[in-house]
T-cell receptor, first 113, second 112 residues
Framework: GAVVSQHPSWVICKSGTSVKIECRSLDFQATTMFWYRQFPKQSLMLMATSNEGSKATYEQGVEKDKFLINHASLTLSTLTVTSAHPEDSSFYIC?????????FGPGTRLTVL | GESVGLHLPTLSVQEGDNSIINCAYSNSASDYFIWYKQESGKGPQFIIDIRSNMDKRQGQRVTVLLNKTVKHLSLQIAATQPGDSAVYFC???????????FGKGTSLLVTP
C-alpha cells in the first residue's frame, strides 16, 4: 500500500531556531501534498496545500513567511518552521495525494522550549 | 465558514458492544466523506469513505451511513474491540483542491 513517511518523528528546539520537517511518499508519486497541524486534544487543521514545482497555497491565518514549504519533487515536501516559538509546539502531519486517494504520514511532534 | 462537527466528544462502550459515532456537516455541496481513526501520537488511518450518491457503505465491522437531508453521517463499529480505542474523525473533502476539513473528533474508549 501507499506509504508516507515523515522525518523527524519528534524534535525539540530552542525558541528562535528553525526546524525542517520532511514528508516523503515512499512508493508513489504525489502531485499534491498537504500540511496539517494538530494541537493536543484538537482536530487536524489544514495549513497549506503544496503542489510539486509551484508555490504552496496557505490557509487563512497561516503565515507563509513563518511556515516555509518546498515541494521540489513528486516524492518530497518540506515544511520549515522559522524562528520557532513555544506556541508553535504542535503535532505536524503531512498527507500525499495520488489517484484520488490521500495518505497520511505518522506525524512530527515539535516542542519549542 | 462551513465546517464539519461532531455530536459527542467522548464515547465509552463495553467490549463486544456496537459503537456509533456521529458527525454533522454544514456544506450541502460536499460530495465525499471519510472516517479516520487516530491512535495517540500517530497520523490518521483511513477507515471507510462514502460519496454523496450513496447512503450506506459497509466494510469489515464498520458501516458508514450518510443522510444528506439532515447533513449527517455516522460510523458504526460492530463488536467493538479494545484495539478500536482511539479518536475518530470524520472529514469532508473540499470541492476544489482535494484538501480535507476535519471534524472535532470523538474519543472512543472500549472497556473490558
Amino acid at each position: 500500500g501507499a506509504v508516507v513517511s515523515q522525518h523527524p518523528s519528534w524534535v525539540i528546539c530552542k525558541s528562535g531556531t528553525s526546524v525542517k520537517i520532511e514528508c516523503r511518499s515512499l512508493d508513489f508519486q504525489a502531485t499534491t501534498m498537504f500540511w496539517y497541524r494538530q494541537f493536543p486534544k484538537q482536530s487536524l487543521m489544514l495549513m497549506a496545500t503544496s503542489n510539486e514545482g509551484s508555490k504552496a497555497t496557505y490557509e487563512q491565518g497561516v503565515e507563509k513567511d513563518k511556515f516555509l514549504i518546498n515541494h521540489a519533487s513528486l516524492t518530497l515536501s518540506t515544511l520549515t518552521v522559522t524562528s520557532a516559538h513555544p506556541e508553535d509546539s504542535s503535532f505536524y502531519i503531512c498527507s500525499a495525494r495520488t489517484s484520488g486517494s490521500q495518505f497520511f504520514g505518522p506525524g512530527t511532534r515539535l516542542t519549542v522550549l | 465558514g462551513e465546517s464539519v462537527g461532531l455530536h459527542l466528544p467522548t464515547l465509552s462502550v463495553q467490549e463486544g458492544d456496537n459503537s456509533i459515532i456521529n458527525c454533522a456537516y454544514s456544506n450541502s455541496a460536499s460530495d465525499y466523506f471519510i472516517w479516520y481513526k487516530q491512535e495517540s501520537g500517530k497520523g490518521p488511518q483511513f477507515i471507510i469513505d462514502i460519496r454523496s450518491n450513496m447512503d450506506k457503505r459497509q466494510g469489515q465491522r464498520v458501516t458508514v451511513l450518510l443522510n444528506k437531508t439532515v447533513k449527517h453521517l455516522s460510523l458504526q463499529i460492530a463488536a467493538t474491540q479494545p484495539g478500536d480505542s482511539a479518536v475518530y474523525f470524520c472529514a469532508e473533502m473540499r470541492n476544489s483542491g482535494y484538501a480535507l476539513n476535519f471534524g472535532k473528533g470523538t474519543s472512543l474508549l472500549v472497556t473490558p
